[in-house]
């Protein structure tokens, strides 16, 4: 007990009046209970954070973890805000590797926690153009941390220099939905069946050879 404070509290509280004396003292030995219980409780919540009270309630604090981080993930589901889909595509100056290096460094950002995308051109064999207008198709998850309107910012800063990004047909950004997102998993895997899809297919699958690229990159299970 500290006997500075209990004079304190107590200098108004005269021995010769046990009725109020008691009460004072009781008031105060309620409170160091009280205290003494916060204080243990917040030690408590301490070492359950630091996984320090043993196997079953590191268990308890991982499936809590879980379980918040499920929350959260339907949540943003239900507000579309979960994926992103985006299309980048440079200016013609900017090289194939400066903008693979850009793409690569953009999908590992901590804003997001998976992705996958694919790298396409609009030339063709037969017009002897192959490598035209390359540009990527890139699916982001979000990283939940992060809120939609700070990762917008965040990928436009880091294309900025490659591209035009507030002009959407050149860098096109969508938030998605599951069902989206199911629909763009099979865009960049899957055949386009569009007119004229085949040809430049076909020229994309040339490209990517000839440049070492592979078909896709990154999560087929994002």
Not at 35 to 43: A, D, E, H, R, T
Request: charged fraction near 35%.
């Amino acid at each position: 007990m500290d006997s500075e404070l209990f004079k304190i509290f107590m200098s108004d509280k005269s021995p010769e009046e046990p009725g109020e004396y008691q009460k004072a003292l009781e008031i105060y030995l309620d409170a160091l209970a009280d205290w003494k219980k916060q204080k243990l409780k917040s030690v408590f919540n301490k070492s359950y954070q630091a996984e320090r009270l043993g196997e079953t309630w590191k268990g308890i604090k991982r499936h809590e973890e879980q379980l918040t981080a499920s929350i959260r993930e339907q949540k943003a589901q239900k507000h579309n805000n979960l994926y992103l889909w985006l299309t980048v595509s440079p200016k013609p100056s900017v090289t194939f590797e400066d903008f693979k290096g850009r793409v690569e460094k953009a999908v590992t950002r901590t804003m997001f926690s998976d992705y996958l995308y694919v790298y396409e051109q609009r030339g063709t064999e037969q017009e002897c153009n192959l490598g035209d207008g390359f540009h990527a198709h890139i699916l982001l998850k979000r990283n939940l941390d992060y809120k939609p309107c700070k990762v917008i910012t965040n990928i436009k800063n880091t294309f900025k220099d490659m591209t035009l990004v507030d002009n959407k047909e050149i860098f096109a950004w969508y938030w998605c939905s599951d069902e989206y997102k199911l629909d763009k998993v099979e865009y960049i895997t899957g055949l386009k069946t569009a007119e004229g899809k085949d040809e430049k297919q076909l020229g994309d699958k040339l490209w990517r050879k000839y440049n070492d690229l592979e078909t896709f990159y990154g999560n087929l299970e994002i």
